[in-house]
């Protein structure tokens, strides 16, 4: 796992610290860390329940101010999979996605614009 893709999952865990035990199990259960599981299944169902709940208006700056972070780091490998997990499951929900809006960033939003893309929903 690269640097930035460890500092990735550290920074999530801060953000939701509920969900150190499951990314800890994660790893146990299949013996590594399985990027996109950990994304998926761990991370992304906390922020979708605080996107949905919108009731946290400084802990969803936060995290997307670090997305937009994440986008000007140039790492690919990172990149690549924050669209295919984050980023494409945010736009599987529109009001979800509406209100993500409010707090993406410009390059976060040309971003998930273009997963919309690949996934033909634009």
Request: proline letters at 2%; a negative charge.
């Amino acid at each position: 796992m690269s640097k930035n893709v460890r500092e990735f999952f550290e920074k999530m865990q801060e953000f939701f610290p509920s969900t150190k035990n499951a990314y800890i199990e994660s790893v146990e259960e299949y013996g590594e860390v399985l990027e996109t599981v950990v994304i998926e299944d761990i991370f992304m169902p906390e922020l979708l329940t605080l996107l949905a709940k919108n009731e946290d208006a400084e802990l969803l700056s936060n995290i997307f101010n670090y997305f937009e972070e994440i986008i000007k780091k140039n790492d690919s490998h990172l990149i690549n999979i924050f669209s295919v997990t984050v980023l494409e499951i945010l736009g599987n929900d529109k009001a979800v996605l509406k209100v993500a809006k409010q707090y993406m960033g410009e390059k976060t939003t040309l971003l998930q614009m273009k997963a919309d893309k690949e996934l033909g929903r634009l």
